[in-house]
């Protein structure tokens, strides 16, 4: 396939990242749009109206009010070009609002995978089309044919291999260089930290590492170096790594007013030309109160030096556009998101509300209610039920008394805590779960029980297995 097969997941892409970094507005995502470069080969690029609304029937952005991607974003990232470009076209025949509309472009694929030709009408549609890959003039383009042609399995299964798969990432001269097509969910999680200065190109300075350590949710700039050195290999390291002070250096208090974590901080801004006159009504030698009309343009400023923190840059438009709104109902990103901390409650056991589950899901995708559910899921691998003990040293329990404990938990409908030693791992792992049955495969004895875990019914290895308190 063409690189312009790969520019609808490009621009979406570069759309939802810097959507995901604060650039709401049209005018700001245009902008970054236009800085980022995208590849757009010889076609014409829609407008950014066509983008969001696309988006937003795929469910992989939603506003609130401004466009934030969706827990499905992520996961789309990582599917097949094949099923990413399906899923677009679907998305794109249910976007229009009257069902004549929606009529017309059902009748245009119908059209396109028979070969028959279209009507003046029709024709007009098609700019969609063309910009997703699917078609080229009035025809199915070789993307298109393996998306929506009548292909056979096996011609289907030669159009995946045909594929350019990811190249490998190098780092040199204080840049980082991926190539082009990437994986997309890597790349994802890159561009966590970092924003690129061309398409596959992002900068490792001490301004770029400064900016990494203030973007939200990071956690640690080391989270990045560990990411780089699985991608690039152990021995990578960041030159300057040890000059990044992580915590922010300005924070947003109370409306406009910020406070500078060291004097020296603000007595280096006011030296600046452009930052004096803003900077110049101040509370004491840590805090200034900045002026409402150009208060935004000092924060985004601040921001891009990597001194104030993405939460607060963010918390000054989400400011702006509450400014005299009435209260809106919870769009389908917020009951997502409320799905997900709903699941977590539960996983940790916390009661909800009853009928919420039911009340939050109504009228929302499946493949967002799947997404925000595995993003809860994958949460609470890592934060719950983890037990104060260790695993016992000793020999577990002889196997017939580990099979009467078993079975007893079976018959009182209980849940064990045990720990159990996988396939190809060398260290027990702690699991809670339900014993639903026991079973004889040859000389193996088998526990069937539902791991609150994984989420799923799971089968374990007597002989892998123990108890986390043999005592009980």
């Not at 757009?40 to 401004?66: D, N, Q, V, Y």
């Not at 250096?249 to 500078?260: D, P, R």
């Not at 002026?291 to 343009?297: H, I, Q």
């Not at 799905?339 to 589950?357: F, H, K, N, S, W």
């Given at each position: 396939?063409s690189?312009?097969?790969?520019?609808a997941?490009?621009?979406?892409?570069n759309?939802?990242?810097?959507a995901?970094?604060?650039c709401?507005?049209?005018?700001?995502?245009?902008?970054?749009?236009?800085r980022?470069?995208?590849?757009?080969?010889?076609?014409e690029?829609?407008?950014?109206?066509?983008?969001?609304?696309?988006?937003?029937?795929a469910a992989?952005?939603?506003?609130?009010?401004?466009?934030?991607p969706?827990?499905?974003?992520?996961?789309w990232?990582g599917w097949?070009?094949?099923?990413?470009?399906?899923?677009?076209?679907?998305a794109?025949r249910k976007?229009?609002?009257?069902?004549?509309?929606?009529?017309?472009?059902?009748h245009i694929?119908?059209?396109?995978k028979?070969?028959?030709?279209?009507?003046?009408?029709e024709r007009l549609?098609m700019?969609?089309?063309?910009v997703?890959?699917v078609?080229?003039g009035?025809?199915?383009?070789?993307?298109?044919?393996?998306?929506?042609?009548?292909?056979?399995?096996t011609?289907?299964?030669?159009?995946?291999?045909a594929?350019?798969?990811?190249?490998?990432w190098?780092?040199?001269d204080?840049r980082?260089?991926?190539?082009?097509?990437p994986?997309?969910?890597?790349?994802?999680r890159?561009?966590?930290?970092?924003d690129?200065e061309?398409p596959g190109?992002?900068?490792?300075?001490?301004?770029?590492?400064?900016?990494?350590a203030?973007?939200?949710?990071?956690?640690?700039?080391q989270?990045?170096?560990?990411f780089?050195?699985?991608?690039?290999?152990s021995?990578?390291?960041l030159e300057?790594?040890?000059?990044?002070?992580?915590?922010?250096?300005?924070?947003l208090i109370s409306?406009?007013?910020?406070?500078?974590?060291?004097?020296?901080t603000?007595?280096m801004l006011?030296?600046?030309?452009?930052?004096?006159?803003?900077?110049?009504?101040?509370?004491?030698?840590?805090?200034?109160v900045?002026?409402?009309?150009?208060?935004?343009?000092?924060l985004?400023?601040?921001?891009?030096r990597?001194?104030?923190?993405?939460?607060?840059?963010a918390?000054?438009?989400a400011?702006?556009?509450?400014?005299?709104?009435p209260?809106?109902?919870?769009?389908?990103a917020?009951?997502?998101?409320l799905?997900?901390?709903?699941?977590c409650?539960g996983?940790?056991r916390?009661?909800?509300p009853?009928g919420i589950?039911?009340?939050?899901t109504?009228?929302?995708?499946?493949?967002l209610?799947?997404?925000a559910a595995?993003k809860?899921?994958?949460?609470?691998?890592?934060?719950?039920?983890?037990?104060?003990i260790?695993p016992?040293?000793q020999?577990?329990?002889?196997?017939e008394?580990?099979n009467a404990?078993?079975?007893?938990a079976i018959?009182?409908?209980e849940?064990?805590?045990v720990?159990y030693?996988?396939?190809?791992?060398?260290?027990?792992?702690?699991?809670r779960v339900?014993?639903?049955?026991l079973?004889?495969?040859?000389?193996?004895?088998y526990?069937?029980?539902?791991?609150?875990?994984?989420?799923?019914?799971?089968?374990?290895?007597l002989?892998?297995?123990?108890l986390a308190?043999?005592?009980?």
């Amino acid at each position: 396939m063409s690189n312009s097969s790969y520019f609808a997941v490009e621009y979406i892409f570069n759309l939802a990242s810097a959507a995901r970094h604060g650039c709401g507005e049209p005018l700001a995502l245009r902008k970054e749009l236009r800085r980022r470069g995208l590849r757009s080969g010889t076609f014409e690029i829609p407008r950014l109206t066509f983008w969001l609304r696309l988006c937003e029937k795929a469910a992989l952005l939603e506003r609130t009010p401004l466009p934030f991607p969706t827990d499905l974003l992520e996961g789309w990232l990582g599917w097949p070009l094949l099923e990413q470009i399906k899923y677009l076209v679907e998305a794109w025949r249910k976007i229009p609002s009257t069902t004549k509309s929606r009529q017309i472009r059902k009748h245009i694929l119908q059209k396109l995978k028979e070969g028959h030709p279209l009507n003046q009408a029709e024709r007009l549609e098609m700019g969609g089309l063309q910009v997703l890959g699917v078609c080229a003039g009035e025809g199915l383009s070789e993307l298109g044919e393996a998306v929506l042609g009548n292909r056979t399995q096996t011609e289907a299964a030669a159009a995946r291999t045909a594929l350019e798969p990811p190249g490998p990432w190098r780092a040199q001269d204080g840049r980082l260089e991926i190539p082009f097509p990437p994986d997309w969910r890597l790349l994802w999680r890159l561009e966590q930290y970092l924003d690129p200065e061309s398409p596959g190109i992002y900068r490792l300075d001490a301004a770029a590492l400064r900016l990494a350590a203030q973007r939200a949710g990071t956690g640690s700039i080391q989270a990045l170096l560990e990411f780089l050195r699985q991608m690039l290999g152990s021995e990578f390291t960041l030159e300057n790594l040890a000059e990044i002070d992580e915590r922010p250096a300005v924070k947003l208090i109370s409306g406009w007013v910020i406070e500078f974590g060291e004097t020296e901080t603000l007595k280096m801004l006011r030296g600046l030309p452009a930052c004096r006159r803003q900077l110049d009504h101040l509370l004491s030698p840590r805090h200034a109160v900045l002026d409402s009309l150009t208060g935004e343009a000092v924060l985004r400023c601040l921001y891009q030096r990597g001194l104030l923190a993405e939460q607060d840059f963010a918390q000054v438009a989400a400011m702006r556009q509450a400014k005299g709104r009435p209260a809106a109902h919870l769009t389908k990103a917020d009951r997502a998101f409320l799905l997900r901390v709903l699941l977590c409650a539960g996983g940790l056991r916390q009661d909800a509300p009853p009928g919420i589950l039911d009340r939050l899901t109504a009228g929302v995708e499946q493949k967002l209610i799947t997404a925000a559910a595995k993003k809860a899921y994958e949460h609470l691998r890592g934060v719950s039920w983890q037990p104060s003990i260790e695993p016992p040293e000793q020999a577990g329990l002889p196997l017939e008394l580990l099979n009467a404990r078993l079975q007893q938990a079976i018959q009182r409908e209980e849940t064990v805590d045990v720990f159990y030693t996988a396939t190809g791992r060398h260290a027990p792992e702690y699991r809670r779960v339900s014993p639903l049955l026991l079973e004889q495969r040859g000389d193996r004895s088998y526990l069937i029980a539902y791991c609150h875990l994984r989420r799923a019914e799971r089968t374990f290895r007597l002989d892998r297995l123990k108890l986390a308190d043999e005592n009980a």
